[in-house]
């Protein structure tokens, strides 16, 4: 324990840039934890796609779309995410929705958005479209 003082107490700065990311990493496990919007691995997102027929919507960019995404996915303009529209979603309300993006963090807050707009199963896929491609799932161009 005298060590971790002597230590902090000659690098400040780098006792502090230590704190400042235990905090931060403490903030986004429990903040996660505690978020209405699950995450699913891409094992759980197949299993939802073809035993309950889940809606996979895609929100990245329309270039980064037509590289390549999940099968059946259909695209959310930027446009209608900014505004929260989600009238075209509307048939699905009842169907687990699971939202894509490509790194599987900027799909929270749509995720969140659709909670708050009356859907009841939303849930993200966990890291993404690259988690899918990286598990060698099947992409359409």
């Not at 990286?134 to 359409?140: E, F, G, K, T």
């Amino acid at each position: 324990m005298d060590q971790i003082i002597e230590f902090a107490s000659n690098n400040g700065v780098l006792a502090g840039i230590w704190v400042a990311l235990v905090i931060a990493i403490l903030y986004t496990f429990i903040a996660s934890s505690l978020s209405a919007v699950k995450e699913v691995g891409t094992h759980e997102a197949t299993l939802l796609m073809n035993k309950e027929d889940a809606y996979v919507l895609d929100i990245r960019p329309a270039a980064e779309f037509k590289k390549g995404h999940i099968l059946g996915a259909k695209q959310l303009k930027p446009e209608q995410i900014t505004k929260a529209e989600f009238t075209s979603l509307e048939k699905h309300k009842d169907k687990p929705i699971i939202v894509v993006c490509a790194m599987g963090m900027s799909a929270k807050k749509t995720a969140s958005a659709l909670l708050k707009d009356g859907f009841a199963n939303v849930s993200v896929l966990k890291g993404g479209m690259s988690s899918w491609q990286s598990a060698n799932l099947p992409v359409a161009k």
